[in-house]
């Protein structure tokens, strides 16, 4: 049953309960070590059975390596997992309509990517030009990918639909144009609300894949009412990222423990389990900043066992 949540604090975390200081941060060591990994694959590369994409977001900085394919293959060796190369999401900046160094490093790969896209929120006509050359490239250089206008809106950039919904209704119509898969990506932290408020429609996305992590549903964020929103508009869901900790690390909060990691991940699966998340999802893998809590940081990090299941469940 659908049901509205009512605590919607986003809190975070700096490190994990049970994981030493050495061996969440890593070592240099164990990084060149860990480059050198074969992705391991104890399955093809593709997607999952029901169509269902299996994912884990990697940068070169989680493990100080100068290629993301090299990144891919170090998360992917530690997982026992080819996610990495299989599906990745990708960021590009306001109004950066080029190839994206992952996407090009990746595609040979056999990657797919959901790729969130800014144009200028000053909404010119120029941008939309530039944003369906874009497309036209990526889609002529053969990338598999779906696109997400302008990922997390409600965070930040966006406060009130009245800001929102005429941003989506000038750029939404290209990504459709160009014959693009067209994606809501809403933050369901802190700004669950928000992201309820401002679903989009005219048009209606085709997918909505949804970031939330552990330390939103430590702060009671629960994603029922936002999917149940895109279910009636007939809107399928993914989630584009989830983890352990979003947010800033100067700012972390109160810190998840396993017992939540453990909890938060089983909550996941029962949306998967009654077809509430049917498109896939992404493990976010990656050094934000300061932000370092995501990363895996060996075969033995006591995350992998949830990511293999949701790996599993889709």
Request: glycine share 12%; aromatic share 10%; hydrophobic share 40%.
């Amino acid at each position: 049953m659908w049901y509205r949540s009512k605590d919607r604090r986003m809190e975070g975390g700096k490190e994990m309960a049970g994981i030493s200081r050495r061996e969440f941060m890593g070592g240099a060591a164990a990084v060149a070590a860990a480059a050198a990994l074969p992705v391991v694959r104890t399955e093809p590369a593709r997607a999952c059975a029901s169509g269902a994409l299996c994912g884990i977001t990697v940068n070169k900085g989680a493990y100080g390596v100068s290629s993301y394919l090299t990144a891919a293959k170090i998360a992917d060796g530690y997982v026992g997992l080819p996610l990495a190369v299989t599906f990745e999401k990708v960021y590009m900046g306001h109004g950066q309509f080029t190839m994206p160094e992952k996407v090009a490093e990746l595609k040979p790969a056999g990657c797919q990517f959901l790729i969130s896209t800014k144009p200028s929120t000053t909404r010119t006509v120029s941008q939309q030009k530039a944003l369906a050359r874009w497309l036209a490239m990526l889609k002529q250089k053969g990338v598999k990918f779906r696109c997400a206008l302008y990922s997390e809106p409600n965070d930040k950039a966006f406060l009130t639909a009245a800001e929102w919904l005429p941003y989506w209704r000038y750029y939404a119509p290209v990504i459709k144009d160009a014959g693009c898969t067209l994606v809501y990506e809403p933050g369901c932290g802190g700004a669950l609300a928000r992201g309820e408020a401002l679903f989009p429609s005219k048009p209606y996305p085709d997918e909505m894949w949804v970031d939330f992590y552990c330390t939103g549903y430590r702060g009671g964020s629960r994603l029922n009412a936002i999917l149940g929103i895109a279910h009636a508009a007939g809107v399928p869901s993914g989630i584009g990222e989830w983890g352990w900790q979003a947010g800033n690390a100067k700012d972390p909060g109160k810190p998840p423990t396993m017992a939540i990691w453990d909890e938060y991940g089983t909550y996941l699966l029962g949306l998967i389990g009654a077809r509430k998340i049917t498109l896939g999802a992404t493990y976010f893998d990656a050094r934000f900043g300061e932000l370092t809590s995501n990363v895996i940081t060996g075969p033995n990090d006591p995350r992998i066992p949830m990511i293999k299941k949701m790996a599993k469940a889709l």
